[in-house]
Structure formats: structure tokens, C-alpha cells
Nanobody
Framework: VQLQASGGGLVQVGGSLRLSCVLS????????MGWFRQAPGQEREFVAV????????RYGDSVKDRFVISRDNTKSTVYLQMNSLNPEDTAVYYC?????????????????WGKGTLVTVSS
């Protein structure tokens, strides 16, 4: 399984950005997909996770009501729409995947990780 994230960049405070992550090497619909982030000097933080069908979604407290995770199983792609960005959102964003055995969406136990894409929010 390979994960390739893209869409990061520099954005001003209050702006929006959409990240994408493509899974290859396996059947995308067999996987729970998640986004995590890590700011310099900080631990990795859970951002959002989506079940294989998209029917179950969870968000971290710091992004709830601002970020939206979605997936397109026909394109093997998971998205993270980020709105109302602030400097605290500056981080490397990683997509991750784990095998799905139900329509649950746990934020732990990710088995595969992408290399990350940098998001910088400037004030």
C-alpha cells in the first residue's frame, strides 16, 4: 500500500485549502482513511478519520466545524477540506490507512502512512 498526499502550501489566515491523498497498491474501499498532523516540536495529532463507506466520520477537537473529510472510492482518494485556517494549523499533514472490518472509524491503529504535505498558515 502506498499513500501519496498533495495539496499543501502557503495560505493566509482565514483561508482554505484542500488536501488529497491517493491510495495505490490495494483496494481503496477496504480501508479506513485518516488525516493526522505534526507541528514542529509537537507530537502527532489526530485530525479526522472516515470509514470505508463514508458513513462514519470523526474529527479532532481542534478542527471540528472547520475541516471536512470525504472520500471518493472510485478515485481511491481521500480529501481534507480545511477552512478558516489559523497559524495553529501549520503542520505537516499525513494521510493514513488501516484495514476496515466494519463501518467503524477508529483514530488509532493506522497501518500505512504517507510522507506528508506541509501546510503553512501565515498571519
Amino acid at each position: 500500500v502506498q499513500l501519496q498526499a498533495s495539496g499543501g502550501g502557503l495560505v493566509q489566515v482565514g483561508g482554505s485549502l484542500r488536501l488529497s491523498c491517493v491510495l495505490s497498491g490495494s483496494t481503496f474501499a477496504d480501508y479506513i482513511m485518516g488525516w493526522f498532523r505534526q507541528a514542529p516540536g509537537q507530537e502527532r495529532e489526530f485530525v479526522a478519520v472516515i470509514s470505508w463507506s463514508g458513513g462514519t466520520i470523526r474529527y479532532g477537537d481542534s478542527v471540528k466545524d472547520r475541516f471536512v473529510i470525504s472520500r471518493d472510492n472510485t478515485k481511491s482518494t481521500v480529501y481534507l477540506q480545511m477552512n478558516s485556517l489559523n497559524p495553529e494549523d501549520t503542520a505537516v499533514y499525513y494521510c493514513a490507512a488501516r484495514r476496515a472490518y466494519s463501518d467503524y472509524a477508529p483514530s488509532i491503529g493506522m497501518e500505512h502512512w504517507g510522507k506528508g504535505t506541509l501546510v503553512t498558515v501565515s498571519s
